[in-house]
């Protein structure tokens, strides 16, 4: 019988830039009985990411662009915001009132550039940016843990969808394990060739991992998977990515 273990671990503390993420995490297992052991994945929401990595930006300190200006009259948004938002940004592809959905500078199409303000302190006047390089973060926690375990990273966030309401977790970065699995020329039950099959595999565990992490006040910012399905190899989320050459609707 086939399963997949998913805990939350409790005690992670309230996370601050410089912050040793990796001790954290060790303490959090430890705290839990939990001993890793190869094939285990270790799913961190973004924002303990960014916080630890020194990704809050205060407003205050926001000048905004005349260009800035023009979108906040557009989407009755703060124009310091929205000069953050040009700044994470490579296009504006959507803006309308309360709306902005970008193509962020990692490749990543969503609404407001990835930028919160949601469990941050002072969340009026501070927000949060994405890390500089989440697939990068990804390697650097789990070299951390090579001693240990041979284990895959995932940097969770939560993104919302064409054409279905409501958010879901999605793999912003990704190590020791696919971002994407092809499954096209592997057989079906009945010898048929899949032609069209890709499995976004790494997006799938990011949002198995969500149910458990919340949304609002759940402080359940590290989620422990076991059982794990699928062979390993290293990826990254840029698998995940689809070129603007192969994207219909833009």
């Known amino acids: 019988m086939r399963s997949l273990?998913?805990?939350?671990?409790?005690?992670?503390?309230?996370?601050r830039a410089g912050d040793d993420l990796a001790a954290i995490i060790a303490e959090a297992l430890a705290y839990n009985s939990i001993a890793l052991a190869d094939g285990d994945v270790l799913v961190l929401a973004q924002k303990i990411v960014s916080k630890s990595e020194g990704c809050a930006v205060s407003l205050v300190d926001v000048m905004p662009s005349a260009r800035a200006r023009e979108l906040a009259i557009v989407t009755r948004k703060d124009p310091r915001l929205i000069e953050l938002i040009l700044g994470e940004s490579k296009e504006v592809l959507r803006?309308?009132?309360?709306?902005?959905?970008?193509?962020?500078?990692?490749?990543?199409?969503?609404?407001?550039?990835?930028?919160?303000?949601?469990?941050?302190e002072n969340g009026g006047e501070t927000v949060l940016l994405l890390p500089l390089d989440p697939d990068a973060s990804c390697v650097r926690l789990r070299a951390t843990f090579g001693d240990t375990a041979d284990i895959g990273i995932v940097i969770n966030d939560s993104f919302g969808r064409a054409w279905r309401h409501g958010v879901a977790g999605v793999a912003l970065g990704v190590a020791g394990l696919p971002g994407l699995i092809d499954m096209r020329g592997h057989s079906d039950r009945f010898g048929r060739a899949l032609q069209a099959t890709q499995i976004g595999f790494a997006d799938e565990l990011a949002s198995a991992a969500s149910l458990l992490m919340g949304q609002a006040d759940e402080g359940s910012p590290v989620i422990h998977a076991r059982g794990v399905p699928y062979a390993r190899r290293n990826g990254s989320a840029k698998e995940l990515l689809r070129s603007k050459k192969t994207d219909l609707f833009r």
Do not use: K, Q, W, Y
Not at 5 to 15: M, R, S
């Open 5 to 15: 273990l998913l805990t939350a671990l409790e005690g992670i503390p309230e996370v």
């Open 95 to 120: 803006a309308c009132e309360d709306v902005i959905v970008v193509e962020h500078r990692l490749g990543h199409v969503m609404a407001n550039a990835g930028i919160d303000m949601s469990n941050v």
